[in-house]
């Protein structure tokens, strides 16, 4: 059975960040042959409709964000990585570092999330949040 430190948490959520982050778990699986994921495909709740206007909703399961999963699931199988999917909605930090814990993941590695400004700035700390949740490492990949 892996240990903490080879198995490492991978929240997807449909950006190119996240896309970016499988990448690099690719990579570093070369060098690795006992490392596991865990891959967990994040939907953000959506926002209320008054708030649209200022901050569009991020409404979950979208084709974007679907493709952008299966194209995940396809690279790890692809380069034969075991993987497990999960499926969250809710805060993502707090998601995110809850099913760290209940697997025992020695690292999680997140794509830089937020594509304008905005939203750049409200998830600029949710490495850091993640980080003050969990033991393990965060790598944050750009």
Sequence with gaps: MPTASTRILLPIDGSAGAHRA???VVNR?????ALEV?????EWPTLPDA??????????????????ERDARALLAMHRIPFRLHRAIGDPARTIADIARR???GEIVIGRLGANGLMRRALR????RIAGLVRGRVTVVD
């Design 125 to 128: 700390t949710l490495p850091t």
């Design 22 to 24: 499988v990448r690099h």
């Design 51 to 68: 708030l649209g206007v200022v901050w569009p909703a991020v409404r979950p399961g979208g084709a974007p964000a679907a493709a952008r």
């Design 103 to 105: 697997h025992d993941c």
């Design 38 to 42: 865990e891959l967990v495909g994040l």
């Design 29 to 33: 699986a070369k060098g690795d042959a």
